[in-house]
């Protein structure tokens, strides 16, 4: 009876989703300062609808494009965290792993190892993102 009560127990915990590592970001960033004040004085739907990419602790977002983020583990030397993601855009499912940095109390960078489609571009979901205080996600 004990073992039932264990096993069940175990298959819900598996079940549920992975829990935010440690310290994880916090807020709504976007790609630029301005975007920020932006989307203070239009709305953040507004901005994802025009196709800016927002980044959350739940992962990227955008108007036909998102990653969720499902495994989270915060390194021991860096402000850094490892991040797996499942991300989707029309007709196309991928997995992605990511390095987010803290760089500052208002930048975060992360760096994706997807490659860009295009050479020109910076690679896949890489790029800085700074925190846009009073912005909150839909």
């Given at each position: 009876?004990?073992?039932?009560?264990?096993?069940?127990?175990?298959?819900?915990?598996?079940?549920?989703?992975?829990?935010?590592?440690?310290?994880?970001?916090?807020?709504v960033?976007?790609?630029?300062?301005?975007?920020?004040?932006?989307?203070k004085?239009?709305?953040?739907?507004?901005?994802?609808?025009?196709?800016?990419?927002?980044?959350?602790?739940?992962?990227?977002?955008?108007?036909?494009?998102?990653?969720?983020?499902?495994?989270?583990?915060?390194?021991?030397?860096?402000?850094?965290?490892a991040?797996?993601?499942?991300?989707?855009e029309?007709?196309?499912?991928?997995?992605?792993?990511?390095?987010?940095?803290?760089?500052?109390?208002?930048?975060?960078?992360?760096?994706?190892?997807?490659?860009?489609?295009?050479?020109?571009?910076?690679?896949?979901?890489?790029?800085?993102?700074?925190l846009?205080?009073?912005?909150?996600?839909?």
């Amino acid at each position: 009876m004990i073992l039932r009560g264990f096993l069940c127990i175990s298959i819900l915990s598996v079940a549920s989703a992975a829990p935010a590592a440690e310290d994880f970001i916090e807020g709504v960033y976007l790609q630029s300062e301005d975007l920020c004040a932006q989307a203070k004085k239009d709305t953040l739907e507004a901005l994802i609808d025009a196709g800016n990419i927002v980044l959350s602790a739940r992962g990227l977002q955008s108007v036909e494009y998102d990653c969720e983020f499902l495994q989270i583990t915060k390194a021991t030397l860096s402000p850094s965290w490892a991040v797996t993601a499942i991300c989707q855009e029309p007709g196309h499912v991928f997995p992605d792993v990511l390095s987010v940095t803290q760089l500052s109390p208002k930048q975060i960078d992360l760096v994706s190892v997807r490659p860009a489609e295009d050479e020109s571009e910076a690679s896949g979901n890489s790029g800085s993102y700074f925190l846009c205080d009073g912005v909150a996600l839909p």
